[in-house]
């Protein structure tokens, strides 16, 4: 039947969508300039042409370990938010509508707030005399107040917090979209309801899943005031060290070395990602 | 309406106009200064930009909150804002180096103005106003006997609790540096390897943070018990009554100066609020708000009794701390990030 | 659905989620009443003397009306530009495609401070620098890559029968998708524009460069607050977004409701 060819496939051939041109040149305008400055920054010390940049990055092992947490951080963040976020949003999902939305709105709500703000209130949350604290004690799970700041749990849990709607929100709207008939229609060709989840439903979350995934790492790795304020030493990520090269060490090249490196890393980790699983087949070839 | 009239009407009207923008021309200069924001900025802004404005008419704008890498670009690329920055000494060295500062016309500086004003603080590019201090401040109920040096900020055994600091972008080096040779005379320069080392000792028994408020925060709740703080942001913990006080053992003195950055559009104006606000009366306002000492030592004169040895620089103090090596300091910046990495991969 | 011991468990662990993420928002909501100085929970206690120092300053106003003007328009310009990107990238196949969903999602992962600073010199050239379009040009670029990620992964799924039998009965294609595609692809658009407005709302370093600097938004007086103060103005600030946002919804809701019943 013409079931596969009535999908959303990339089959238009091989011809160029001529209304993108406006957006091209906006990109080129507005993002090539400030990218090719980079790239050439990232070269160009006091006396010219340079590697130097490079060269102290690969000089100093503290630095790949910089980078190294950096990656760690948005893999961890990425695991907790996917375990959260598709239990959170597939139990929205099985609610009655109207009282999805109202629960929605505890997902909402957070967004429309300061995160500078959220991540001080973590601050006072999670200090010695904080609530945790308090309540652990109350509860006699503790004796002493638990050193919560400048650990990898806050970070972590502070960077989750921060990342889990956009999980959630992502989750939600793909699974929102998928016919609970299907689901009927496996259960009764004899699916258990385990079977039916794993096999017809989780499948077809799939693009909702990288997308989310793909969201959550992504700002993970780039987010830097969340570790700084909650962090300490240990949890220095790249984007902190970028930070103190442009404002406090005042090395440009160094900055632009460093931003070149995260880039040409995640750009590299993209490409491999394409080769090993053609998005488009799979976001479109779930039937 | 007939023609002529018509015309009439509007070469009056265009008449007026041009006659208000050009008298509103004469009226008001302009002048946009930048400054820290927070309650330093409100100080200067009540004690010294309102008051200026008052007295000459000029029309003074203020901005705040800047990061040194904004001034660095906005100087660089000619597209200057600011007439008048705030600044702190390395950044003013870093600028000055590389000519991005216009130059201060010392002599035409009043004589009332300079006479105060110590030899090595004349910057040719920068105009010396106040200094704070980096000190030691600590929570009295916890230790009532007071910590007396760095060295004892880094004995967890005699003063047991946990002592709070920022972190990554100005680590507390020197002062470690001062807990590893208690005794020296001197301070710089000392080995960063070493000063580094010292701070990994104390563990976890630091918590390091992103700003100076949240520092004092953290001391304010009960989080640290002992913290390194400029002198001036303890001022509103002690104002609120909470049981801290500051030890000025070993503190390092940081100076702040007015700058004009090279292409400012009112230069002119701002140098003539420069030598308006020189004066040691004028400086000497800002110390009971702030806590900051003026520069200029006869401001002392004009400064309470009670409010003196409070101050960073004043005769009792200064013998007790040093001033800050920001020349060497800026020289280092690069190897303290790095070993600042160092640390968290240890 | 009946109530499996599976369910219930789920149930309560999302529950227990959703109370951790309302939680901080409570507790700022909480302490922006403290009539204290500093920051302090729980407020010990009840004070609209945060609120007077939000609402009574000049500077925090006009900070809130220009985050909230650039922040729509952004969404605006981030929706047409995403929705295009979308388009192309799931329709369409061409050279250099993977490159081109790469540099379009590249913001997102590049620190801000480095976007902030090319923008800058790049807005001196074409002296536009301290507009508000030339912010809302660099906020839709960190925001598009959150539009194009929504968007597409309901692309993906829309099935085009319902546009080509539209093409079919005559429409020409922009009309096909304008009055087919958009409203029932109306949820991931709605997502993409709060995804894009927060963006843009909630963004620090961009704002600190390319603004004048007495024309700040709202992010740069809070970043200034947290340098300098940290008094409870912010949790006075913070609370007011939610509740504005909160209440828009709500009337967002109603007026959803209210059409569906008059038609």
């Given amino acids: 039947m013409a079931a596969t060819s009535s999908r959303s496939r990339a089959g238009t051939g091989g011809r160029f969508p001529v209304f993108l041109t406006p957006v091209l040149i906006f990109y080129a305008v507005f993002f090539g300039y400030p990218l090719l400055r980079i790239f050439w920054q990232s070269v160009s010390g006091d006396d010219g042409f340079t590697l130097v940049g490079f060269r102290m990055f690969l000089e100093e092992p503290a630095y790949w370990m910089v980078l190294l947490y950096s990656g760690f951080l948005g893999l961890l963040t990425l695991a907790i938010t996917l375990v959260c976020g598709y239990a959170v949003a597939y139990w929205l999902v099985t609610l009655e509508k109207n009282w999805a939305v109202v629960l929605m709105a505890f997902v909402l709500i957070p967004f429309w707030s300061s995160g500078l703000v959220r991540t001080y209130a973590w601050l006072v949350i999670l200090g010695r005399q904080g609530i945790l604290n308090s309540t652990l004690m109350h509860f006699g799970w503790i004796d002493t107040p638990m050193p919560f700041i400048g650990t990898n749990t806050a970070v972590v849990f502070a960077l989750a917090y921060y990342l889990l709607p956009y999980m959630i929100l992502s989750l939600y709207s793909v699974m929102n979209g998928i016919d609970k008939n299907l689901l009927l229609a496996a259960r009764s060709l004899g699916a258990s309801p385990m079977s039916a989840f794993r096999h017809v439903f989780v499948p077809l979350t799939r693009p909702g899943v990288l997308a989310g995934s793909y969201m959550v790492f992504m700002l993970g790795i780039g987010m830097y005031i969340t570790p700084a304020m909650l962090g300490g030493p240990n949890q220095t990520t790249l984007p902190l060290m970028i930070a103190i090269q442009i404002n406090e060490a005042m090395d440009w090249t160094f900055a632009a070395a460093l931003s070149v490196i995260l880039l040409v890393i995640t750009g590299a980790m993209q490409l491999m990602a394409n080769r090993f699983l053609d998005f488009d087949r799979l976001w479109g070839g779930a039937k | ?346 | 659905m009946p109530l499996s011991p599976g369910r219930l468990a789920l149930g309560v662990f999302s529950c227990a989620i959703l109370a951790v993420l309302i939680a901080p928002i409570v507790i700022i909501f909480l302490v922006s009443f403290t009539p204290t100085k500093m920051l302090q929970f729980p407020p010990p206690g009840f004070s609209l003397r945060w609120y007077e120092a939000y609402f009574g300053d000049a500077m925090w106003m006009h900070a809130t009306r220009v985050s909230f003007v650039v922040a729509s328009l952004t969404a605006i310009l981030s929706l047409v530009v995403g929705f295009t990107i979308s388009l192309a990238l799931v329709r369409y196949r061409f050279r250099g495609k993977a490159m081109f969903r790469m540099l379009v999602m590249s913001p997102l992962i590049l620190p801000k401070i480095i976007i902030a600073v090319g923008l800058y010199f790049l807005y001196v050239r074409l002296r536009i620098l301290g507009t508000t379009g030339a912010l809302v040009i660099a906020h839709t670029l960190i925001a598009v890559p959150y539009v194009v990620m929504i968007v597409t992964a309901s692309l993906y799924g829309f099935d085009r029968r319902l546009e080509w039998a539209a093409r079919s009965l005559g429409a020409s294609p922009t009309r096909a998708v304008w009055l087919i595609t958009l409203p029932n692809l109306r949820p991931a658009i709605l997502g993409g524009a709060l995804f894009a407005f927060v963006a843009s709302f909630d963004d620090i370093i961009l704002s600190l460069f390319l603004t004048q600097l007495t024309e700040p938004t709202l992010p740069r007086q809070i970043w200034v607050n947290v340098q300098q103060t940290i008094d409870p103005t912010i949790a006075a600030v913070s609370t007011f977004m939610t509740v504005v946002s909160v209440l828009g919804l709500w009337l967002v809701t109603l007026a959803q409701r209210l059409s569906k019943r008059s038609m």
């Fill in chain 2, 1 to 346: 309406m007939s023609c002529k009239r018509l015309r009439e009407n509007v070469l009056a009207a265009g008449a007026a106009l041009t006659l208000a923008f050009s008298a509103a021309q004469a009226a008001a200069e302009d002048l946009t200064i930048l400054s820290l924001g927070g309650s330093y900025q409100e100080n200067q802004s009540q004690y010294w930009f309102k008051p200026y404005a008052q007295a000459t008419g000029v029309n003074v704008k203020e901005a705040a909150g800047y990061n040194f890498a904004k001034l660095r670009v906005m100087i660089q690329s000619g597209n200057v804002e600011a007439d008048l920055v705030d600044l702190s000494a390395d950044s003013v060295n870093a600028l000055a180096k590389d000519g991005l500062l216009e130059p201060i016309d010392w002599a035409s500086i009043p004589e009332s103005c300079k006479a105060g004003v110590p030899a090595e603080m004349r910057n040719p590019y920068a105009f010396p106003t106040i200094q704070w201090a980096m000190v030691m401040a600590y929570n009295t109920k916890t230790y009532p006997k007071g910590p007396k040096s760095w060295a004892d900020f880094w004995d967890v055994k005699a003063f047991p609790g946990k002592r709070g600091s920022i972190g990554a972008t100005r680590p507390p080096i020197e002062q470690a540096a001062m807990a590893v040779n208690p005794g020296s005379a001197t301070l710089y320069p000392f080995d960063l390897g070493k000063a580094f080392d010292k701070l990994s000792e104390l563990g976890s028994n630091i918590v390091y943070s992103d700003g100076y408020a949240q520092v004092v925060q953290f001391l304010a709740d009960g989080e640290v018990d002992m913290i390194v703080i400029p002198n001036g942001r303890m001022v509103p913990l002690i104002a609120e009554g909470k049981p801290v006080a500051i030890n000025w053992n070993q503190h390092l003195r940081f100076p702040n100066f007015f700058v004009i950055p090279k292409g400012a559009p009112h230069a002119k104006a701002a140098h003539k609020f420069l030598n308006w606000v020189c004066e040691p009366k004028t400086l000497a306002l800002l110390a009971r708000p702030t806590n900051y000492g003026p520069i200029n030592t006869d401001a002392y004169q004009f400064i309470d009794k009670d409010v003196a040895p409070l101050l960073p620089g004043n005769p009792a103090t200064a013998q007790l701390g040093r001033v800050a090596d920001t020349g060497w300091l800026g020289e280092h910046r690069q190897d303290i990030a790095r070993g600042w990495a160092r640390l968290g991969a240890r």
